[in-house]
Structures are given as C-alpha cells and as structure tokens.
Nanobody, 114 residues
Framework: VQLQASGGGLVQAGGSLRLSCAASVRISGAMGWYRQTPGKQRELVATISSGGSRNYADSVKDRFTISRDNAKNTVYLQMNSLKPEDTAVYYC???????????WGKGTLVTVSS
C-alpha cells in the first residue's frame, strides 16, 4: 500500500491548509491523521471510520475537519484557524480490515508562523 500525502506548507497563524492523502488501494477501514514534533510522540489528530464516524483530538476540535472520498481512496484534513502549536509533521494512516494491518504515509510538514 502506498500513501501519497500532500498539502503541507507554511501558513500564518489564523490561516488554513488542506491536507490530502491518497492510497494506492481501496481502504475499507478507518483513515486518519496524526502529527509529530521533534522530541515528542506521534499523536492522533483525527480519524474517520468507513461509515463516516469522526474522532478528533481536543486540541483541534472545531478547527479541523476530516473527510474521506472512498471512490478516490483519499482522506482529507481541512485545517482552519491554524495556530503555531499546530506546527508538526502530519502523517496519514489507513487500516485495511481484510489484512488487520495499518499503514503510514511519509508525512507532510505543516509550519504555522506567528
């Protein structure tokens, strides 16, 4: 499974970015986004189940929206009202139910300047 993430970049505080992650195969399980900063553990940002149920970290609720397009095997993360503390490398993650395995993308850097 290959995951191609895109959409990261540099933005000023209060701005918006949209991340995309396209999988090379159909994903029947959950899809999600995680992030990591130097010296810290990778943390959950948001996940979306195959049925569309969403889960968000408290720190991003009401600012970020996760969605998926199953026809395109793609998961999105719309990030609004960005804060400097959102600066991190963002990784997409997908779970293939039929194999009981999850897969990680290479990560895309989001930098929010103050």
């Amino acid at each position: 499974v290959q995951l191609q993430a895109s959409g990261g970049g540099l933005v000023q505080a209060g701005g918006s970015l949209r991340l995309s992650c396209a999988a090379s195969v159909r994903i029947s399980g959950a899809m999600g986004w995680y992030r990591q900063t130097p010296g810290k553990q990778r943390e959950l940002v948001a996940t979306i189940s195959s049925g569309g149920s969403r889960n968000y970290a408290d720190s991003v609720k009401d600012r970020f929206t996760i969605s998926r397009d199953n026809a395109k095997n793609t998961v999105y993360l719309q990030m609004n009202s960005l804060k400097p503390e959102d600066t991190a490398v963002y990784y997409c993650n997908v779970f293939r139910v039929q194999f009981g395995m999850d897969y990680w993308g290479k990560g895309t850097l989001v930098t929010v300047s103050s």
